[in-house]
């Protein structure tokens, strides 16, 4: 089986590629699209996967993730690419000085659709800490500032943490169930 991911970021191709290869071969369609403005990672999976699924007229698959800080009011969420992209982990780790409670959640919504049909999405949550420094230099985005819960180590630390991340993994686990299970 193959589908197709859309995307112009190589790091959740990769990461992809690790949680449904070889089951699942995926074909890279690197492009930029413009995303629907929305708190719910879901809502925009499931929109852009629709859309592009009629303007590409084949099944494709997109991925979108954020990092929901809790003591920010759930900021950067959804726009965790531009922040990063605008201010970086360095402008993270200021907005959080002083501030005891670190706790965050990483979430990722893969959106699935094929042409002229409904889309679906598949969610994956992972609980972690936002670190007081970065570390490590492994994984991309966020990882050398998210401290997956009960560890000591940041997602940048870790070596190949792409078998690690729950998140992510979470959700390709579903979408993987789905194609190979239950989808008719």
Same mark, same amino acid.
Not at 10 to 16: D, I, M, P, Y
Not at 39 to 45: R, T
Not at 119 to 122: D, E
Not at 156 to 164: A, F, R, S, T
């Given at each position: 089986?193959?589908?197709n991911?859309v995307t ?10 690790a949680y449904?290869e ?7 369609? *690197?492009m930029? /699209?413009k !995303?629907?403005?929305s ?7 499931k ?15 997109? !991925?979108d993730?954020g990092? =929901?800080?809790? $003591?920010?009011?759930?900021f950067?969420?959804t726009c965790?690419?531009?922040i990063? *992209?605008?201010?970086?982990l360095?402008?993270i780790?200021k907005l959080m !000085? ?6 965050c959640?990483?979430r990722?919504a893969?959106g699935?659709?094929?042409?002229? *049909?409904s889309?679906?999405? =598949?969610l994956? !949550?992972?609980?972690g800490?936002? $670190?007081k420094?970065?570390?490590g230099n492994?994984? =991309?985005?966020?990882d050398?500032?998210f401290l997956?819960?009960k560890?000591?180590?940041?997602y ?9 991340k729950k =998140?992510r993994?979470? $959700? ?5 169930? /789905? ?5 008719q």
């Open positions: 089986m193959q589908i991911l112009s970021n190589l790091g959740k191709v990769k990461e992809l590629k449904l070889p089951n699942i071969k995926i074909n890279h369609i *690197k930029e /699209y !995303e629907l403005r708190d719910n990672p879901e809502e925009i999976a929109e852009s996967a629709k859309r592009l699924a009629e303007e590409l007229k084949k099944p494709v698959v997109v !991925e993730s990092l =929901f800080i809790k $003591a920010l009011n759930g950067p969420g965790s690419s531009y990063h *992209k605008r201010i970086g360095k402008g780790l !000085e002083n501030i005891e409670d670190r706790e959640l990483y990722s893969i699935y659709c094929e042409p002229k *049909k889309p679906i999405s =598949f994956g !949550e992972e609980k800490n936002i $670190a420094e970065i570390k492994h994984g =991309f985005g966020h050398p500032i997956p819960e560890s000591s180590k940041t940048g630390e870790i070596e190949n943490c792409e078998n690690l =998140f993994k979470k $959700a390709a686990e579903k979408l993987k169930h /789905y194609l190979l299970e239950e989808r």
